[in-house]
């Protein structure tokens, strides 16, 4: 079956950096788009950035210029780089593959900015 797994959240400053780390199993990983997705308390799940089995990437506009997303894939993961980070980045970050209605989910990782 279809398993992703999420590691690398935590507590950091603001300005501070994490990066994000996604292993997927049971998909032909080369072959796939995977999205970053982040949700906050009482708010929406929004799309942070996605990486296209090519390597195209797509960012939110809020994270533009701070996160980087990209894959390996020898090792079936896709990353996620956030630098610069800030106090409205803190949420529930999860991968997904096959779209958010049909598509495949983490269990997600924390990410808390907080001085």
């Known amino acids: 079956q279809v398993q992703l797994v999420e590691s690398g959240g935590g507590l950091v400053q603001p300005g501070g950096s994490l990066r994000l780390s996604c292993a997927a199993s049971?998909?032909?990983?080369?072959?796939?788009?995977m999205s970053w997705y982040r949700q906050a308390p009482g708010k929406q799940r929004e799309l942070v950035a996605g990486?296209?089995?090519?390597?195209?990437?797509n960012y939110a506009d809020s994270v533009k210029g701070r996160f980087t997303v990209s894959r390996d894939n020898a090792k079936n993961t896709v990353y996620l780089q956030m630098n610069n980070l800030k106090p409205e980045d803190t949420a529930v970050y999860s991968c997904?593959?096959?779209?958010?209605?049909?598509?495949?989910w983490g269990q997600g990782t924390q990410v808390t900015v907080s001085s």
């Open positions: 990486i296209t089995s090519g390597g195209s990437t």
């Open positions: 997904n593959v096959g779209g958010v209605r049909r598509g495949y």
């Open positions: 049971g998909i032909i990983f080369s072959i796939n788009a």
